[in-house]
């Protein structure tokens, strides 16, 4: 059973740092996508990054843009996949807690879009405080 596991969240101060990690198991890595979404109290889930595992530019939320990177690994062990969020200098309004998705199909929907994944983790929570 295909399975994402997120980890790396917490508690910190703005302009501090986190970094976020998502592991696959036993999802092909060919052409899939991996994000991350986050969803604060009272909101709706929104997308915040999103990386192509065949190559390729990654997409960015504009209230992330230059503070947060995603990326992956290259592991030669393809029952695994690992994605990674860098988010640096962390504002009060990036609290929410954060999900892993993985899109195996969901070819010509958008990326930002939750309908296009058919993975998600269970989520980490991230806290910043002013």
């Known amino acids: 059973l295909a399975q994402l596991q997120e980890s790396g969240g917490g508690s910190v101060q703005a302009g501090e740092s986190l970094r976020l990690s998502c592991v696959a198991s036993r999802i092909s890595k060919d052409n899939i996508y991996m994000g991350w979404f986050r969803q604060a109290p009272g909101k709706e889930r929104e997308a915040v990054a999103t990386l192509f595992s065949g190559g390729g530019m990654p997409y960015y939320a504009d209230s992330v843009k230059g503070r947060f990177t995603i990326s992956q690994d290259n592991a030669e062990d393809r029952s695994k996949n690992t994605a990674f969020l860098e988010m640096n200098n962390l504002k009060p309004e990036d609290t929410a807690m954060y999900y892993c998705?993985?899109?195996?199909?969901?070819?010509?929907?958008?990326?930002?879009?939750?309908?296009?994944?058919?993975?998600w983790g269970q989520g980490t929570q991230v806290t910043v405080s002013s």
């Open positions: 998705a993985a899109a195996t199909r969901g070819y010509g929907i958008p990326w930002n879009s939750p309908k296009k994944y058919d993975y």
